[in-house]
């Protein structure tokens, strides 16, 4: 069984330019989450999708942030502009449905913002 | 905002000891308390969760006690080996997952 996709695996941007995650959950997964995981704390949920609707998204900073999920399957994050703060590791999971499941993360793509 | 307090930061043991990480958490409305484990350079994997209704579950070398009434649940590692060097996160779930802050472990050889 495939896993998780992401990419870009990492990538470099100057404060204030936008930037796009990609991410392909595992086949047959309903649920898809995002989450920002900054050096040396645990990954915080920013949004969570089942199928191709926002389940919940109260963490996005949606001034800057924003997410999309069309057909129920590939899902993009975006951030425009870019703070330094926002340097961190975006994570994608997905899981079968909502609930109780197990949740697989994939590798992550490392942001830093100069 | 931080709702899984977890300790130690950072934990070094020599191989074949045992490792222990706690959490504690406040919200009661938590109802599964998974533990996952990252390499560098990868995503967190699941390692072993409980529900609240147990008090303990094993598998293999790895063991969560859970003390409902203190709202701590605990992660012991027996006989750590080099490879379970890694960081570990406690997590707890309503409707969203909440994860603790990561400990650290290093196994000596």
């Known amino acids: 069984e495939a896993g998780v996709a992401q990419s870009p695996r990492y990538k470099i941007i100057e404060k204030r330019q936008s930037v796009a995650f990609w991410c392909n959950p595992i086949?047959?997964?309903?649920?898809l989450y995002w989450y920002q995981q900054i050096l040396g704390q645990g990954p915080k949920l920013l949004i969570q999708?089942?199928?191709?609707?926002?389940?919940?998204d109260s963490q996005l900073p949606k001034d800057r942030f924003s997410a999309e999920r069309l057909k129920g399957v590939d899902s993009t994050l975006k951030i425009q502009p870019a703070k330094l703060e926002d340097s961190a590791v975006y994570l994608c999971?997905?899981?079968?449905?909502?609930?109780?499941?197990?949740?697989?993360f994939g590798p992550g793509t490392r942001l830093t913002v100069t | 905002q931080q709702q899984v307090k977890q300790s130690p930061q950072s934990l070094i043991v020599q191989k074949g000891g045992i490792s222990i990480i706690n959490c504690a958490y406040e919200?009661?409305?938590?109802?599964?308390f998974p533990w996952y484990q990252q390499f560098p350079g990868k995503g967190p994997a699941l390692l072993i969760a409980?529900?609240?209704?147990?008090s303990e579950k094993k598998e293999g070398r790895f063991t969560i006690s859970f003390n409902k009434s203190a709202k701590q649940f605990s992660l012991h590692i027996m006989d750590s080996q080099p490879g379970d060097s890694a960081t570990y996160f406690c997590?707890?779930?309503?409707?969203?997952?909440?994860f603790g802050a990561g400990t650290r472990l290093t196994v000596k050889p």
């Open positions: 999971a997905s899981s079968f449905t909502r609930g109780v499941y197990e949740q697989y």
């Open positions: 086949s047959g997964h309903a649920t």
């Open positions: 999708f089942q199928n191709n609707g926002v389940v919940d």
């Open positions: 919200n009661t409305a938590f109802d599964y």
């Open positions: 409980i529900r609240p209704d147990v």
């Open positions: 997590a707890a779930w309503d409707n969203d997952m909440r």
